[in-house]
Nanobody
Framework: QVQLVESGGGLVQAGDSLRLSCAAS????????MGWFRQAPGKEREFVVA?????????LYADSVKGRFTISRDNAKNTVYLQMNSLKPADTGVYYC????????????????WGQGTQVTVSS
């Protein structure tokens, strides 16, 4: 069982940066692939980025955030981070952290554990 708690969201202007954090409780954090998803009002949840469990050292990015967002993890702190630069109004939404045992994937249905989400609002 893994519990996830996101933090770091807020209201920023276009072009600004934010760093989201996802703190995980439970055992064997390094064995979990971690992902970030987001959901804008009136839209379906979409994949943003994922990072593999420590043995694989892979990342996966949605095309819309490549070159602007960076995912990283600190297994000693049981935390995964999402650094978001050059934010756009289209990045607005609730950002969710998710975890799954196994290889890195970009499909939300494949993730077993979810956080409660943190709101990111980017004004133009």
């Amino acid at each position: 069982q893994v519990q996830l708690v996101e933090s770091g969201g807020g209201l920023v202007q276009a072009g600004d940066s934010l760093r989201l954090s996802c703190a995980a409780s439970g055992r064997a954090f390094s064995s979990y692939a971690m992902g970030w998803f987001r959901q804008a009002p009136g839209k379906e949840r979409e994949f943003v980025v994922a990072i593999s469990r420590w043995r694989d050292s892979r990342t996966l990015y949605a095309d819309s955030v490549k070159g602007r967002f960076t995912i990283s993890r600190d297994n000693a702190k049981n935390t995964v981070y999402l650094q978001m630069n050059s934010l756009k109004p289209a990045d607005t939404g609730v950002y969710y952290c998710a975890a799954r045992l196994g290889v890195i994937v970009g499909t939300g249905a494949s993730y077993d554990y979810w956080g409660q989400g943190t709101q990111v609002t980017v004004s133009s």
